[in-house]
């Protein structure tokens, strides 16, 4: 049986975990559905964070709130991509975490969210921490534990 006590683990700080905002793919308020379905279809990533020009957060586009937007009852209304914005589609209600937040906040949002954004406390975007990373630190850590 692996036992990994919790302290050993919430030892690592939220920044070794961050992916920094300069290697997040990202849209912009005012950009349109277009704009945000190319970036998201290109970097392969399902939903990526909305920023403003200030890289301020306000939410997450994603490719299938893109896609129910322009679903109809009869056809695909693909006119909607040029006319209609990002922040009318975007979902607001986020997973986010301050960078002095506790790690055990980051645990549990990431059982339920791919990844989490980070922002300082105006509210300026610093980065992203995903699953991923958060697991590959618990399997190193395990990987010690089973070492010693
Ligand atoms: O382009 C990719 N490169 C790599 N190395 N892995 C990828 C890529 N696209 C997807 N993956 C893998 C990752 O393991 O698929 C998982 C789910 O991707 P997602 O959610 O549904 O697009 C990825 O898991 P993850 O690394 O834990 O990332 C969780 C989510 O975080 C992703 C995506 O929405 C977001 N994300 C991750 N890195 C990002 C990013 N968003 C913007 N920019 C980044 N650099």
Do not use: W
Request: proline share 3%.
């Amino acid at each position: 049986m692996i036992s990994l006590h919790s302290s050993e683990f919430s030892k690592n700080t939220l920044d070794q975990l961050l992916i920094p905002a300069e290697r997040v793919a990202h849209v912009q308020i005012g950009n349109s559905l277009e704009h945000a379905l190319l970036v998201l279809t290109k970097t392969g990533y399902t939903a990526v964070p909305v920023l403003d020009a200030a890289y301020k957060l306000h939410g997450l586009i994603s490719t299938p709130l893109i896609l129910d937007h322009i679903t109809g009852i009869e056809r695909i209304q693909f006119e909607h991509l040029d006319q209609s914005k990002v922040e009318h589609v975007m979902k607001k209600e986020i997973p986010r975490i301050h960078t002095n937040g506790h790690f055990q906040k980051a645990l549990s949002l990431l059982v339920d969210h791919p990844f989490i954004c980070v922002e300082d406390q105006d509210g300026f975007f610093i980065g992203i921490i995903t699953r991923r990373a958060l697991l590959k630190q618990l399997q190193k850590n395990i990987r010690l534990i089973n070492e010693t």
